[in-house]
């Protein structure tokens, strides 16, 4: 009230003629709609643009001859491509890859993971230092409902002159669980697109509106009768490809990982689930870590456990062979440890949900008979790898990167290494010493690794005939730290030469423990995570796995174990400081189970020629 009268507010259309009125109104629907019209040709030029920029890195692959067909997508200027396990599976492992550009390339298989139904392949140049146009790999973990999608491929081999066709259509779904055929092609944790996906289409890329690689197209739910579209395919994860990308780049056979556990949900009288551990082998890694009959779940690698579908999705992003955090629930007791990752293909427990048979099946090999590929001569067969050339040629730059460290070839004699150790959690050093050598034993020479901790002596001979397996494993509660100085200078003298069998195992995550004094608040186990290149090897009765730096392959630590399911020693290097011309680790923490044994600080090296 203002004055004792209403107060209001006019609007000044209504001072108007009717006729003004419309004629404003008609403006306005004018410029919204040449507004929306500009806007949508602005759209479909930026979705023209960018499919002219992603079709030259889209690949159709075909068996040698013309046979069969499927897709691939470039990911290096080098000439390596991803595809579909099922699409070279027929191939068998020299296969002819068209690109956009009408050029015919000779290619070759580098690596597999069947379960994930991937495939890494290499096209060779025709001509020295040629460069590949290739895709940019996207986050997968970004992708949500709702997001446009670009298709590319092959379908029903419509690609005679090596042009891609082009599909657009929204993502329908994001981590989709797609079961296996037996326990290959399962398709965990996948993105579901309304993008047209056909027979043809496998191993083809998705990619997002900015041009990125977001996943590998490989599935559809396809009409019975014609095997058509029905508008609901699936691409496996970017994500997912990436952590298997030193394995298949390593030339190997990968396999996924099981925990080595059943977790099936409990349905509360609330409602709610609960991820309730069912059944597990004693054997694995995780009933050693503590975990227990009806212990509740709650997360895996960072990422919370409230299904079975979350469960079956999470274990399916990872290798066989990974440590990663498992984080569950005792009463009212929260723990999360550090899990070793079993394998799938190997399976020992009796799933209660079997796999639908609606997975594509591999094909015969039907590749055809004639003179060899130019490609042949960059395949070499070996059992549980890919293609075992691509593996030696990963062992040769991991190698080749390390001697920048040091060469000690030079040095392979008799070492000593003197310093102290702070054994398990005291807080006062004892004084240490480690010698590897090697004795007179007649005409022969055999090696000796002794460690003499104060006044109390340790010693082991790797090789001396009739001892038990507990002596291999010397000190007690370390696991075997002895052996592991043993294959540690075997390793820096002898290289590869040194061991019966040496591969490279692609990538795995490690996690050196706190150093002393570190900060105890540290934000739970994934902030100890390190990535690390991975050497496998074998000496006698020892395996070892060797972790070494991503950036500049230092070598960050190793495990070393007597049988492949248990415990091993864990050895962690740091403190790294040149020791005539080369770079040796004046710290070393060894710990075994859920045990730190003790942390190690040299200050002098005493290496003979």
């Known amino acids: 009230m203002m004055n004792g009268a209403l107060y209001q507010v006019k609007d000044p259309l209504m001072n108007m003629p009717r006729r003004f009125v419309l004629v404003a109104l008609a403006v306005t629907v004018l410029v919204c709609g040449a ?65 956009p550009d009408g050029v015919l390339y000779d290619a070759v298989l580098v690596g597999l993971d069947k379960v994930g139904d991937v495939a890494l392949v290499k096209l060779l140049p025709k001509t020295a230092g040629q460069k590949f146009p290739a895709a ?11 997001d446009w999608s670009i298709a590319m491929g092959n379908p029903f081999l ?67 009768r014609g095997r058509v579209n029905s508008g609901v395919g699936y691409a496996i994860s970017i994500n997912q490809i990436k952590n298997f990308m030193g394995h298949l780049q390593a030339g190997l056979d990968c396999d996924h990982a099981s925990l080595g556990a059943l977790v099936t949900t409990q349905t509360e009288k609330t409602g709610l689930g609960r991820m309730v551990v069912t059944s597990m082998l004693e054997d694995s890694d995780v009933a050693r870590r503590g975990l227990e009959l009806e212990d509740e779940v709650l997360a895996f690698a960072g990422r919370a456990v409230t299904s079975v579908n979350h469960y079956r999705n999470v274990l399916g ?154 002596a291999l494993r010397a000190p007690e509660t370390s696991g075997g730290l002895l052996a592991a100085m043993y294959v540690y200078h075997r390793l820096l003298t002898q290289g590869a030469k040194g061991f019966t069998e040496f ?61 492949e399911n248990e415990d091993p020693c864990e050895v962690y290097l740091s403190d790294y400081r040149p020791v005539d011309g080369r770079q040796l680790p004046h710290r070393m923490q060894v710990q075994y189970g859920d045990g730190h044994y003790g942390t190690f600080r040299f200050n002098s090296f005493a290496m003979q020629k």
């Open 35 to 99: 507004r929306a019209q500009q806007d949508a040709l602005q759209s479909e030029a930026d979705r023209v643009a960018v499919v002219a920029a992603i079709k030259p890195s889209v690949v159709a692959i075909f068996a040698r001859g013309g046979q069969g067909g499927g897709t691939g997508v470039l990911i290096s200027d080098d000439g390596f491509a991803l595809t579909n396990f099922h699409v070279v599976q027929p191939t068998g492992p020299t296969m002819q890859c068209g690109l």
């Open 317 to 470: 992003l990872y290798p066989r062979g990974w440590r990663l955090p498992l984080e569950y629930r005792r009463d009212q007791t929260r723990k999360e440890v550090l899990v070793r990752l079993m394998g799938v293909q190997r399976r020992a427990l009796d799933d209660p949900n079997p796999p639908k048979e609606d997975a594509p099946k591999p094909k015969v090999d039907n590749a055809p008979k004639g003179p060899p590929s130019p490609a042949a001569k960059y395949f070499e067969a070996k059992a549980g790898f890919a293609n075992y050339f691509f593996n030696k040629r990963e062992q040769d730059r991991l190698l080749q990167a390390f001697r920048r460290h040091g060469d000690f070839t030079s040095v392979a004699g008799n070492w000593t290494l003197d310093g102290g150790i702070r054994l398990k959690k005291l807080r006062t050093e004892s004084k240490a010493r480690i010698d590897i050598v090697e004795e007179k034993d007649g005409t022969s020479a055999k090696p000796v690794i002794r460690l003499k901790i104060d006044d109390f002596p340790y010693a082991l001979e790797p090789f001396k005939g009739g001892q038990e397996a507990a």
């Open 158 to 224: 419509l690609a005679t002159d090596f042009n891609p066709t082009v599909t657009f259509g929204l993502v329908s779904g994001v981590h989709r669980y797609q079961y296996p055929a037996g326990t290959i092609l399962e398709y965990t944790d996948c993105i579901q697109v309304d993008a047209s996906i056909n027979p043809g289409n496998s191993g083809g890329p998705l990619f997002n509106m900015k041009g990125e690689l977001i996943g590998i197209n490989g599935r559809g739910s396809f009409d019975k």
């Open 503 to 563: 591969s490279h195992g692609g990538h795995e995550p490690l996690y050196p423990p706190p150093l002393p004094g570190a900060d105890p608040t540290l934000p739970g186990l994934a902030a100890l995570r390190v990535d690390a290149e991975v050497l496998n090897t074998r000496h006698g009765p020892f395996l070892t796995k060797w972790f070494f730096a991503l950036a500049d392959q230092k070598l960050l630590g190793f495990e070393l174990r007597l049988n």
């Open 136 to 146: 940019v790999l996207g986050d997968s973990e970004t992708v949500r409902e709702g």
